[in-house]
């Protein structure tokens, strides 16, 4: 897997909702009505991580889920990155 080029993250981006770049990460977070409801949708983001062999970085503040992607063993963002973060993005 090649780490993405800043040219590639950036066109990666304009398609993706909330989400930032932090240096090599990938963030976002998610807010939800409360605690249930982010452990819920932390459930889910594990299912989608598992099927696609790849994990993010998760924190939850009570009703905040941070999702916080990268490709460590590349030291920064691929295109596995980009790929969770869409399928991601419609679970909340």
Known sequence: MEK???DQIDVALADLTDWTQEGPLLVRTFRFGGFSQAVNFVTRVAEVAESMDHHPDID??????????STHSVGG????????A???EHLD
């Open 60 to 69: 939850i503040r009570y009703n905040k889920v941070s999702l916080r992607l």
């Open 4 to 6: 993405l080029t800043q």
């Open 86 to 88: 869409r399928r991601l």
């Open 77 to 84: 963002l691929t295109a596995a990155d980009m790929e969770l």
